[in-house]
């Protein structure tokens, strides 16, 4: 069968495959992603819905099973055969499915899923509306996003940065932190389709003493999608803080999405991609600074700006 007469130009499309067992029982399911070039060659890349039970790490400790993420593994397979109405299937000579070695394509390289680390405040969930209405009702002082022209508190609060720290740690033990912050629209969405091509990790500059909090609130918002969960513990009161670009590589990150030209040009200097995620373009301090000029590093304006991006960064 001639794949042009089915697509006439370059295409891609996705289908789900399942395998079952001799006796008919489903054992997993697969998403298989097909793209028909211009010279009609057809190459394939899939992920399987099994997962072996790996926990997933925040920072070094093994977490609970509510926070487990499951890996997903590249299609394993031996033939694959096509019939007239595009049906697919995975054989062996006998006709029983079976796992085998990774399916290959002649000419065409395999699959490699990319490392992407993840920040939390502003990119995942909406710390600043939730701080900004306790500083409002706690200190008699009114603030929007829109005057936050540096991610830097105390510049904006007209205090010390030592005060500004206390404020932020006692805001952490309200429940306005606790149960104020909601997720960014289209973040979920949007990961939930990344994660079949990306390995997802959180990089996020938050302080220690609210680890437990933000894991509860990973998994509450963005259940299984992490793999690994990293603190920088910056501006805490005690601790040591690490760069984010020290997590990055240790993390073997290709990208990184994140908010703060700060770090984006951190971590762009050490040759990772950085995603600097401005939310409709209402970040003021997004646009500070000369991050945005560097050729690592993308301006994007919404969840499905990062997924078209990170789409066109897979490896084939």
Not at 24 to 46: A, E, F, Q, T
Not at 155 to 165: D, G, L, M, R, T
Not at 171 to 190: D, E, Q
Not at 246 to 265: M, Q, T, W
Request: some cysteine; charged content about 20%; proline content about 4%.
């Amino acid at each position: 069968m001639a794949l042009n007469k089915l697509f006439p130009s370059p295409s891609r499309g996705f289908s789900q495959m399942s395998v079952a067992n001799e006796h008919g029982r489903l054992r997993r399911k697969h998403l298989v992603c097909m793209d028909i070039g211009s010279n009609n060659n057809l190459s394939m890349r899939g992920c399987s819905d099994r997962h072996d039970g790996v926990s997933r790490r925040a920072d070094e400790d093994i977490q609970k099973a509510h926070v487990v993420g499951p890996h997903r593994h590249l299609v394993n397979g031996s033939k694959m055969v096509f019939s007239e109405d595009m049906g697919l299937s995975l054989v062996n000579g006998d006709g029983s499915c079976k796992h085998g070695k990774p399916l290959e394509f002649p000419g065409h390289l395999k699959s490699e899923k990319l490392a992407v680390a993840v920040d939390v405040d502003e990119v995942l969930g909406s710390f600043l509306l939730a701080l900004n209405k306790f500083i409002a009702d706690c200190y008699s002082s009114n603030h929007s996003v829109s005057e936050y022209y540096v991610y830097e508190f105390y510049k904006i609060w007209k205090c010390s940065q030592a005060e500004a720290n206390i404020r932020v740690h006692e805001f952490f033990k309200s429940s306005y932190f606790k149960t104020g912050i909601y997720p960014i629209p289209g973040a979920r969405h949007a990961l939930d389709k990344l994660s079949t091509f990306c390995n997802l990790s959180v990089v996020t500059s938050r302080q220690n003493v609210i680890k437990d909090h933000t894991l509860e609130w990973i998994e509450k918002h963005y259940p299984g999608l992490f793999q690994e969960i990293h603190f920088g513990n910056h501006f805490a009161l005690d601790g040591v803080s690490r760069p984010k670009s020290e997590i990055c590589r240790s993390l073997g990150a290709h990208v990184l999405i994140d908010d703060n030209p700060k770090y984006a040009l951190e971590c762009a200097e050490v040759g990772i991609r950085v995603l600097l995620f401005d939310y409709h373009n209402s970040y003021p301090w997004c646009k500070a600074g000369s991050a945005t000029s560097h050729p690592m590093v993308t301006k994007v304006h919404n969840w499905q700006e990062v997924e078209q991006q990170l789409f066109s960064w897979i490896p084939t």
